[in-house]
């Protein structure tokens, strides 16, 4: 086994960050390296976990479980989970609240210091905790590598970020004759309710963010991707987490979810997920029962339904790369993915032509075969919802790219639609899956209305070379992540803090320097002297 490399002696004064280099697939030496890894993972598939509770770590079995399997062949299961029930959710939060009064007073350079650890764990590897992403939710070599560098990234910057927030002085104005001092004080126990699509960073990122700062969590990952939070919780406990800070749940929504989002006892709720889900996770935590005494934070990031704008000067070539990457990057299966290319009519037919071209280049099959850019969708029931929004594209706009897929697994082709009206369904609703409109602009401010025209201001881009429309962009183009002349998918921990405004969320800006204070509250002490 690896070794762990000890955190830096002065844990207040780390080095700058630096965002984890992506390995390079082009190197024949990285491909096998991540072959030999998915061999070993075979080896473990099936393994069953536990619900682990508590601050002696214990193993909870339910009755009924659950499979989770791989969506590139779905008769291989990957784990066998609990399905978790409303008593093991509510012996969850007791178990945390019990920890919580121990971890809230651990001195923030252990706290710093075990993502650290957890860091250096996941660089030493990153090969074959990946090769668990491949399996369980059918991320490619390249999509897989990127998950795991964002988990490193957060653990590095939001240890940098505590180590500001805990062991540096806020600076106030000093009235004379007082000493003034802000604190950022912990909330309590929360529920992380992460999604299935980044498996590693989404779910590593929340419940990191929210142990550094002193809580405690009950973790109820997505049931289409358990197995890579069960070995997550592994590693941060192999890096020195004590038993209970994070508490580990699985089961469904509608039971050990929704129980957990009601607990009164949940002082917070950290959710990445669907519009729906969100909105009614908000509606039940505004809800304050007898007993207890505080508003229940909510940290929401949902859905998008993001555009990029080509306007008549763009760089064609580079456009369509953009915009081919941004749609069909891991099967569209993002919230920042491009479902809309708004297009200058002055070279909408040669962007069409171009970009046919290169998205008929695309390869689609087992994620674990590098010669694939495309795995499957997650699960039949989003293959099926996928094929569904197909047929209305069809009715609604001209097929131009797309097709059935043979093979085993939930495949779906990457698939273009020409001519689509703003309006249609295929253009306001969120799909999540590799389905892209393209639609016809007259000009620059109309393609910034139709961009805008949506319930939700996730991402965007723009390409243009002219200064003067990507000022008015920035000004107007509505969204909590927008691009000049690249594509709308990739943000980085620490250079591009990610959150959306509308219905995409509450702006929490994951991997930025706000994101800390979400998880705190801050009190102000004043001493006369």
């Not at 030496?29 to 991540?34: A, L």
């Not at 007073?105 to 074959?128: H, V």
């Not at 295929?426 to 393209?438: D, K, M, R, T, W």
Request: charge should be neutral; include cysteine; charged fraction near 25%.
């Amino acid at each position: 086994m690896a070794t762990t490399a000890a955190p830096p002696a002065d844990v207040a004064r780390l080095p700058e960050f630096r965002n984890e280099p992506a390995a390079d697939f082009s190197r024949a030496e990285n491909r096998q390296r991540y072959s030999a890894a998915l061999a070993v993972a075979r080896t473990e598939l099936g393994v069953e976990y536990p619900n682990l509770i508590g601050w002696e770590r214990r193993e909870r079995r339910a009755e009924a479980k659950f499979d989770s399997i791989n969506p590139s062949r779905p008769s291989e299961v990957v784990g066998r989970h609990q399905e978790g029930t409303i008593e093991m959710a509510g012996e969850a939060v007791a178990a945390a609240a019990k920890v919580f009064e121990c971890w809230a007073r651990t001195a923030p350079e252990k706290r710093i210091g075990i993502l650290l650890r957890a860091a250096e764990l996941l660089r030493q590897r990153k090969a074959e905790y990946s090769a668990w992403l491949t399996l369980e939710t059918g991320k490619t070599f390249p999509e897989a590598d990127a998950d795991v560098s964002e988990t490193i990234d957060f653990a590095e910057y939001y240890a940098r970020e505590a180590a500001r927030l805990f062991l540096h002085p806020v600076p106030l104005t000093q009235i004379p004759g007082e000493r003034d001092e802000l604190r950022y004080l912990p909330l309590g126990v929360g529920a992380v309710i992460p999604p299935w699509n980044f498996p590693s960073a989404i779910m590593g990122g929340m419940t990191m963010a929210a142990i550094v700062c002193g809580n405690t969590v009950v973790l109820k990952p997505s049931s289409d991707s358990p197995t890579i939070a069960a070995r997550f919780l592994a590693i941060l406990e192999e890096a020195g987490l004590p038993a209970g800070v994070v508490n580990f749940v699985t089961g469904g929504g509608a039971t050990v979810g929704n129980a957990l989002v009601e607990d009164p006892r949940v002082r917070f709720i950290a959710f990445t997920g669907s519009k729906a889900v969100g909105l009614e996770i908000n509606e039940k935590a505004a809800k304050t029962p007898p007993g207890q005494r505080w508003i229940k934070r909510v940290i929401l990031e949902m859905g998008g339904k993001d555009a990029i704008l080509v306007d008549q000067d763009a760089d064609l070539d580079a456009a369509v790369e953009g915009v081919t990457v941004s749609a069909f990057g891991y099967q569209g299966q993002k919230c920042s993915a491009c479902s809309r290319a708004i297009v200058h009519e002055a070279i909408y037919d040669r962007f069409l032509a171009a970009l046919v071209e290169r998205v008929r280049q695309i390869t689609v099959g087992d994620a674990a075969d590098p010669a694939n850019y495309m795995g499957p969708v997650i699960s039949e029931r989003a293959r099926k919802k996928i094929l569904d929004y197909i047929e209305i594209g069809k009715r609604e706009g001209r097929l131009i790219a797309g097709g059935p897929v043979p093979g085993e697994g939930y495949l779906v082709a990457p698939t273009v639609f020409a001519d689509v009206a703003p309006d249609a369904r295929i253009a306001q609703e969120e799909i999540f899956g590799p389905v892209l409109a393209v639609i016809r602009c007259r000009d620059f401010d109309h393609g910034l209305a139709i961009a805008n025209n949506t319930e939700y201001g996730l991402t965007g881009a723009v390409y243009t070379r002219d200064e003067a429309k990507l000022a008015k962009a920035a000004e107007s183009f509505h969204v909590g992540n927008l691009y000049f002349n690249r594509k709308c998918t990739g943000a980085l921990v620490g250079a591009h803090p990610f959150g959306g405004f509308n219905m995409s969320g509450t702006d929490s800006k994951a991997g930025g320097p706000d994101y800390l204070l979400l998880f705190t509250q801050a009190k102000s002490i004043a001493r006369k002297l």
